[in-house]
């Protein structure tokens, strides 16, 4: 599960003017756009449905927020072990496609974060940068899947889209990796429709490939190290906005050694009462089969905090999870405390080691920590 880290910071953080449209513009009013809860002209996700592919890869720009994320845990020639993000946002500022014949008019923002993370050195790496879906700059499509900001890119390498090319640098460090999916696309929830609050409406479509066999390079500083090991792309879209009383998620995707893997997310409300706390989960057979849960069925406890000297936000950094139906019983560790993404918004995203009743590796994300997403999202 993936929460898009948008809102009105993401409208003011581009900058201003060229975001949004001219008050001659006959689009919705500036004012509108910037509201949180976006223009109700967007669809929202109320019920399962059909994916095609590659098509429903590309962008939905009939709904205000969009993501491609991708992390993995991979291993270099000499042993060398690293963890690595890249993510792409889109934001609609109002449904559907431009009106404006202008090749600099958009109605789309595109941001994207790129982080590394050195396992062996104990050091994280990560920034962000921001494009408007306009002139060459930014935009995304579903057949060829590709979605581009500025150059940094994602390419698919077949015509379906299960083998993509990933390529992102920055001064100092950058990732050149090839991936290719293992196992059938994954819809979470019903059929893809992943319920994120009680409100009519408060969902997403969530896709996700749970694992993808990756080689490639990373550079860091003056340094390439040539590597392999799994990815975990997730593609998610959707209009609404958190509930009420959400504060942050925790997010969980482990690649487990048995050939398994798990993706499980609990949004977090404050201590007022009003909103229930959801939570959710899929586990995916060596086969592909893929198994949703409910709340109920899994437990998750942290076990041990750590605070950042930096931002002096305390985060969970351990956690016992417990799937009794499934005979599991896993300890999810960092393999570095600080991966704290200190950008435009504060949150808390990095690789991870499994052991327990089976061992394995994957990618945590911890919202809300820092301050509440609500009205963020």
Do not use: C
């Amino acid at each position: 599960m993936r929460i898009a880290i948008v809102g009105l910071v993401i409208a003011l953080a581009f900058g201003g003017y060229f975001l949004l449209p001219t008050p001659s513009d006959p689009e919705i009013p500036t004012y509108q756009l910037l509201q949180s809860s976006g223009p109700p002209e967007f669809e929202t996700v109320q019920d399962p449905r059909e994916f095609s592919f590659p098509r429903d890869h590309g962008p939905h720009l009939d709904y205000r927020t969009e993501w491609w994320y991708y992390t993995g845990n991979l291993v270099a020639q000499g042993g060398e072990r690293f963890g690595y993000q890249l993510t792409i946002f889109r934001r609609g500022l109002t449904p559907g496609g431009t009106r404006r014949e202008s090749d600099f008019a958009t109605n789309q923002i595109y941001f994207g974060h790129l982080a590394l993370t050195n396992v062996d050195e104990g050091e994280h790496v990560a920034l962000e940068r921001f494009e408007r879906g306009s002139a060459g700059l930014a935009g995304a499509s579903g057949d060829p899947f590709a979605v581009f900001l500025g150059d940094w890119s994602i390419q698919s390498l077949d015509e379906t889209g299960t083998q993509v090319r990933l390529r992102a640098s920055d001064v100092g460090f950058g990732l050149d990796l090839t991936l290719a999916a293992t196992k059938p696309i994954v819809a979470h929830g019903e059929q893809g429709y992943s319920i994120k609050g009680g409100a009519e409406g408060n969902a997403s479509y969530y896709l996700s490939f749970t694992n993808m066999q990756t080689q490639g390079s990373l550079q860091i500083g003056d340094r390439i190290f040539e590597v392999s090991g799994k990815s975990w792309f997730d593609h998610e879209w959707g209009t609404s906005a958190l509930g009420a009383q959400a504060t942050g998620w925790d997010w969980f995707g482990l690649q487990l050694d048995d050939g398994r893997e798990l993706m499980l997310f609990h949004i977090r409300k404050g201590d007022d009462d009003g909103d229930e706390q959801i939570s959710g989960g899929t586990l995916v057979a060596p086969n592909g089969d893929a198994r949703w849960m409910t709340a109920d069925e899994f437990e998750i406890s942290p076990i041990t905090t750590w605070t950042s000297e930096l931002t002096g936000t305390t985060y969970p950094s351990g956690w016992e999870i417990t799937i009794p139906a499934e005979g599991l019983e896993l300890i999810v560790e960092p393999h570095v405390k600080d991966q704290e993404m200190r950008l435009n918004l504060e949150y808390w995203e990095g690789a991870v080691r499994v052991s327990g009743s089976v061992e394995g590796q994957g990618y945590v994300e911890l919202t809300g920590y820092s301050g509440s997403m609500r009205g963020l999202y």
